[in-house]
Nanobody, 124 residues
Framework: QLELVESGGGLVQPGGSLRLSCTAS????????LGWFRQAPGKEREGVSCISRTGGPIKYADSVKGRFSLSIDNAKNTMYLEMNDLKSEDTAVYYC?????????????????WGQGTQVTVSS
């Protein structure tokens, strides 16, 4: 069983930055594919960024490319999402997720483990 806890959300002005953290209950490198998802009110959950358990290429949603960056600190069992130049449309609850399989997974249904989510609100 893998437990995930997100933190770092909050209220930020447009153009601002936040760094989200996802801390796992056990080592994640070489064990789990990982992803960041978000869900805005009235919308479906969507992929933001993901990485396979081999640490290979990182995938980003077109809407966040060049602004968001996923990274992992395996010594801390923590995945980060650095978010810059935030826009109002980035407002959502952000979730991290873990998958047991070996691939790069973009579909939320392919993830077995989920955190509780952290709210990000971009507003002036």
């Amino acid at each position: 069983q893998l437990e995930l806890v997100e933190s770092g959300g909050g209220l930020v002005q447009p153009g601002g930055s936040l760094r989200l953290s996802c801390t796992a209950s056990r080592g994640i490198l070489d064990r789990y594919g990982l992803g960041w998802f978000r869900q805005a009110p009235g919308k479906e959950r969507e992929g933001v960024s993901c990485i396979s358990r081999t640490g290979g290429p990182i995938k980003y949603a077109d809407s966040v490319k060049g602004r968001f960056s996923l990274s992992i600190d395996n010594a801390k069992n923590t995945m980060y999402l650095e978010m810059n130049d935030l826009k109002s449309e980035d407002t959502a609850v952000y979730y991290c997720a873990g998958a047991l399989g070996p691939k790069l997974y973009w579909d939320a249904d392919e993830y077995e483990y989920w955190g509780q989510g952290t709210q990000v609100t971009v507003s002036s």
